[in-house]
Structure formats: structure tokens, C-alpha cells
């Protein structure tokens, strides 16, 4: 089974930047979309950012403008940009699959960022 490794997490200042990656021991391109989520201090896990198989990106008006992701499917690996970092945007970043035929979903094991003020 393909495993998800998060990379890129760590102590920013408020108003910094930092580009997570995900990179999948396997091929990407079967997955129906991939997406990060994030689950701050005593908060529900919550979507950041996805893309569809397609290509079709979807952000939630918390992040959009400040985040992007996307795919590199040569290296199996997915990104995520985020600029403009704010306290609130503390939390454990966790990338997310969704696998074809219904097979369910992949999950890595989070890394955490932490926004200074």
C-alpha cells in the first residue's frame, strides 16, 4: 500500500511563508484527488486545500489567496505553498488521499507548523 510522508513543518514568524511536501511511496496518479487538512489545538481536523484528478483545486476562504497547492505526479509528491502565515494557522498538517474504486483514503502522519505573532 502506497504511505504518505509529510515534510516541511516548523516555527515561522507571522506574515512568513513555508511549503510543505507530501511525498507518496508510490504513483500518485491513480488517486481520484488529493488535499491537506490541518487539526489545530483543541480543534476539528479541517480541509486547507485539494485537487482533483483533473487538476480542479478547492480552498476555504480562511486560506484562499495565502495557500497553494499543487502535484508533481514525475515525483509523486504534493505541495503545498503557504504564504502570508498567520497565528491561526497553527496546527498539524496532515496530507490526504483518495484512492480509486472506493478503496478509502491514505493519511500521513502529520507535521506540525507553528506561527508565531
Known amino acids: 500500500q502506497v504511505q504518505l510522508v509529510e515534510s516541511g513543518g516548523g516555527l515561522v514568524q507571522a506574515g512568513g511563508s513555508l511549503r510543505l511536501s507530501c511525498a507518496a511511496s508510490g504513483s500518485i496518479g491513480s488517486f481520484n484527488s488529493m488535499g491537506w487538512y490541518r487539526q489545530g489545538p483543541g480543534k476539528q481536523r479541517e480541509l486547507v486545500a485539494a485537487v482533483t484528478g483533473g487538476g480542479r483545486t478547492n480552498y476555504p476562504d480562511s486560506v484562499k489567496g495565502r495557500f497553494t497547492i499543487s502535484v508533481d505526479n514525475a515525483k509523486n509528491t504534493m505541495y503545498l505553498q503557504m504564504n502570508s502565515l498567520k497565528p491561526e494557522d497553527t496546527a498539524v498538517y496532515y496530507c490526504?488521499?483518495?484512492?480509486?474504486?472506493?478503496?478509502?483514503?491514505?493519511w500521513g502522519q502529520g507535521t506540525q507548523v507553528t506561527v508565531s505573532s
Open positions: 490526504n488521499a483518495a484512492r480509486p474504486y472506493g478503496l478509502g483514503y491514505l
